[in-house]
């Protein structure tokens, strides 16, 4: 059974930088795609960026240039480096698994404000 589990959100001001991890349990996270969501208040989730398993990266127009996903095999941790953030990028962000019995993690609260 896997379990992801988001760690890294918080309160940050405008243009400021976070950085987000979602840990993994489980042996298959190496040969599997990992991807971000967010959901801002009174928004559907919406897919943010994903990572394949060779490391080929893909993003939301919104986001690139500002984010970057990024991975770590030997640690079953994926990332989401957030730069330059604005008020819209307030939301609960998430770690999803698709190839692994679809799994989500609990999701990290970001809020930028000033």
Do not use: H
């Not at 059974?1 to 996270?29: K, N, T």
């Not at 208040?41 to 990572?51: F, H, S």
């Not at 500002?66 to 990028?89: E, G, H, W």
């Amino acid at each position: 059974q896997v379990q992801l589990v988001e760690s890294g959100g918080g309160l940050v001001q405008p243009g400021g930088s976070l950085r987000l991890s979602c840990a993994a349990s489980g042996s298959s996270f190496r040969s599997t795609w990992m991807n971000w969501y967010r959901q801002g208040p009174g928004k559907e989730r919406e897919l943010v960026a994903t990572i394949t398993s060779s490391g080929a990266t893909s993003y939301a127009d919104s986001v690139k240039g500002r984010f970057t996903i990024s991975r770590d095999n030997a640690k079953k941790t994926v990332y989401l480096q957030m730069n330059s953030l604005k008020p819209d990028d307030t939301a609960v962000y998430y770690c999803y698994a698709p190839f692994l019995n679809n799994t989500w993690g609990q999701g990290t609260q970001v809020i930028v404000s000033s």
